[in-house]
């Protein structure tokens, strides 16, 4: 007889599909952007790219072993983050902002609320909105440490308005041809929405994000920009929407399971999107829009909880009085 | 759409299912065969859903073929029958499949082996429903697709079920026996049908079979002739389509709402296999002693669909198919499909009367480091989900040990299809916990 038949439970068979290969592919659709902003940004883009996925990968290293759990680099989840928060800079960002903002992404939104899967909100976007509100606070850090800011020669494609802001104050844009291509200005993921989009497709194609929200708040901004008056083009080719639309707002963790959930959850980002660029006159307000909408996620799950296939069907009215 | 226009893969289905590949050609093509008789049989006592049989044997008697060994004298039971010649050696708890202990009735085989002789010959035309029913009772026949519920308490409703369905569908991949005894076997399967049509008050009859079976579909297509009581319905290849409840929604668009009846939703499901043992059970009064399995599994040297005697232990069952069960470490020898079927570690395990089929898988397909992380919350289990459950939930309750709350996440309602973790990319045994955590929230 044999010694060591394996007698695990069943099922026995499993798809190949795993965590770190849906992680591997989210990589690889956003290569294409990064090598957008590199072209526009040269030296400032790469520093950012690789000082956040570098400070991701320390910082789980580090918040984990403090925990007293092994690391989970394997499941990429962390190096993915620090691209994100890289995407999310602009190409002028002090260093230590970005250190600061992966830090909070990965050590506080993701591994303090309990690792992957706990977290409710999107770590990237945490991080680099809490990086913002936090910045007047950590004067002293730009003043202490502008010495340390490393200069990689002046590029005007960094001094110049973003295009969010010129659109805002009324400049000319170029025409949407060349805003859909390539236009510098913005965030690092903002150098090409053409490149996302093309981004966001592979991740449909390969099954791993669901069409539903990022059609829904893509369609309802562009709706509401249209009844606000805006350029509609305009508004879709600005800004994080396409970034946000297809890669943040699909985060398995932080967005609603239920396909009813997923169209509720992606109409609300898009009206809190037009709420904040047409109401509040914000230059921008993607990031923050999402992560509002993370905090409703547990809400909207319960209230488009669907029945289970056994569930009764809803008897009719009874016919006697 | 005409049945010889259809192709691969088309047919109607159910929402949710996913798709697993079928890893049936190892044994698809290959006739059903008699597999020699071992030289010892151990019938357990408990084989099928209802009250275990009491001995009518004792150790030391001699028992003849098909001669009645066991019985209960519950409602729910199914009566055992020697599926040998010989002599009771043994009246003693074995393993079962389960991985724990079964009593059972252990049986030498002595003297000539001969296949089974009709003790009858009956035209089930000229008998009443009420005797085709105790004919299924007497032979002791159960569920054969894997439920092992009594056949006889299934059909003998008060009031009559208008549709009868056969299942066909053999979603598990690997399995090949009910194919092959469709197309081999249909004459008998029709004209057990026919039997339980009777039997239940039926009007009419779907035969489902998914659409990887096409020669199946042709030959029953042709044999049926267009008559309008039976219908062939080609199914769209997806597990788990054989489950009943979704054959019954798929094929009838009935609802079938936690705890019905089969007389609620006019509608009894039966396995071919089942069906074609009422076929033989009333004509030729033969008890359920033997059944036709696939032993599969691609280093398996013989594999093929084979006639076995019930009680058979798969040590015997992999030698005679050229397996060297010293040759299996790091192997996975499992009963029934690979979704839902138990992986064994003691070759001394006989298969029972809803055993479908044993399955070696070797150490490369075996998933040995059973390694997992927490839920993403990609949300595949719940798209997938037969039963419209969330998955997801209740293995995170059930592995933190929030047991109240399940309940609430219907964990009732689970049939451990086994969809959700074979598409689980953090290899989460979800079905895993969710069976384990069904006992404690009985208790609760």
């Known amino acids: 007889m044999a010694d060591r038949l394996i007698a695990t439970p069943p099922p026995h068979l499993k798809a190949g599909n795993t965590v770190s290969e849906a992680m591997r592919d989210v990589i690889i659709a956003l290569i294409p952007v990064s090598l957008a902003s590199i072209y526009f940004y040269h030296y400032y883009a790469a520093f950012l790219l690789v000082l956040c996925m570098g400070t991701a990968a320390i910082t789980e290293i580090v918040v984990r072993a403090a925990l007293k759990k092994r690391h989970t680099l394997g499941d990429l989840s962390a190096v993915l983050t620090g691209l994100f928060v890289a995407l999310l800079m602009s190409p002028g960002s002090p260093w230590w902002t970005a250190v600061l903002a992966t830090i909070l992404a990965v050590g506080v939104a993701k591994e303090l609320m309990g690792g992957l899967g706990w977290n409710l909100f999107n770590p990237a976007l945490f991080g680099s909105v809490a990086t913002i509100i936090l910045a007047p606070w950590f004067g002293f850090l730009s003043r202490d440490l502008s010495r340390l800011n490393v200069n990689f020669g002046p590029i005007d494609a960094i001094s110049q308005a973003t295009p969010r802001a010129m659109l805002m104050q009324g400049a000319s844009l170029p025409d949407y041809g060349t805003m859909l291509l390539g236009f510098p200005g913005g965030a690092l993921s903002e150098t090409s929405p053409l490149l996302v989009i093309i981004g966001g497709a592979f991740l449909l194609y390969r099954g791993h994000i669901n069409w539903r929200i990022p059609v829904a708040m893509i369609g309802t901004v562009a709706v509401l920009s249209l009844l606000a008056g805006g350029d509609v083009i305009y508004e879709m080719l600005t800004g994080g929407l396409m970034l946000g639309a297809f890669f943040m707002a699909t985060d398995w963790v932080t967005s609603p399971i239920n396909n009813k959930g997923k169209w509720v959850f992606g109409i609300a980002i898009g009206a809190l999107v037009a709420v904040f660029r047409f109401g509040v006159g914000a230059t921008e307000g993607v990031a923050f829009s999402i992560l509002i909408m993370n905090a409703f996620v547990p809400l909207i799950e319960r209230l488009t909880k669907h029945p289970s296939f056994s569930e009764p069907a809803p008897k009719p009215a009874t016919e006697d009085a | 759409m005409a049945l010889n226009d259809i192709k691969e893969g088309e047919g109607k289905s159910f929402v949710g299912g996913t798709h697993v590949p079928h890893y049936k050609s190892y044994t698809d093509s290959i006739a059903i065969e008699r597999m020699a008789i071992p030289d010892e049989v151990v019938v357990h006592l408990s084989q099928h859903i209802g009250a275990p049989c009491e001995p009518l044997v004792a150790v030391g008697d ?331 939930e209740l293995s995170i309750l059930a592995e933190h040990g929030v047991y109240g709350d399940l309940e609430d996440w219907d964990i009732w309602d689970c049939i451990e299809c086994g969809v959700c973790a074979y598409v689980c990319p953090s290899n989460r045994p979800i079905v895993h916990f969710i069976k384990r955590a069904k006992p404690i929230v009985d208790e609760l």
């Open chain 2, 62 to 392: 001699t028992v003849m073929l098909g001669e009645k060994i066991a019985d209960a004298d519950a409602y729910i039971t199914a009566p055992l029958h020697a599926p040998v010649s010989g002599e009771v050696t043994a009246i003693e708890e074995r393993p079962n499949a389960e991985g724990g202990e079964t009593m059972s009735i252990v049986i030498a085989a002595k003297g000539e082996q001969d296949a089974y002789q009709p003790s009858v010959e009956r035209n089930p035309d000229d008998m009443s429903a009420e005797e085709l029913k105790e004919a299924i009772r007497d032979a002791g026949l159960v569920g054969m697709g894997g439920a092992a519920f009594p056949t006889y308490v299934n059909i003998n409703t008060d009031q009559p079920v208008d549709t009868l369905i056969l299942n066909g569908a053999e979603c598990e991949p690997f399995l090949t026996c009910d194919h092959r005894l469709m197309l081999e076997r249909a004459d008998e399967l029709i004209k057990g049908a026919e039997i339980l049509m009777r039997c239940i008050g039926a009007k009419k009859t779907y035969i489902a079979v998914e659409t990887n079976k096409l020669d199946a579909i042709g030959v029953l297509d042709e044999k049926l002739g267009g008559r309008d009581d039976m219908e062939v319905v080609p199914l769209a290849v997806k597990y788990p389509q054989g489950y009943k409840s979704y054959l019954i929604k798929t094929i009838t668009g009935r609802d079938v709402p936690r705890g019905a009846r089969s007389a609620a939703l006019g509608c009894i499901v039966r396995n071919v296999g089942t069906t074609f043992a009422a076929y033989e059970a009333v004509v030729y009064g033969k008890p359920l002693i033997e059944r036709i399995i696939s032993v599969t599994g691609p280093t398996v040297p013989d594999p093929g669909n084979y006639v076995v005697r019930v009680g058979t232990k798969a040590e015997h069952i992999l030698s005679e198919c050229g397996v060297d069960p010293d040759e299996l470490d790091g192997a996975k020898v499992i009963f029934g499909g690979p979704m839902t079927g138990l992986a064994q570690d003691n070759l001394e395990v006989p298969i029972v009367k809803s055993t479908t089929g044993v399955l070696v898988l070797p150490p490369e397909m075996v998933r040995e480091d059973m390694v997992y992380s927490d839920c993403v919350r990609c949300g595949l289990c719940v798209q997938r989900c037969p039963n419209w459950l969330y998955p997801n």
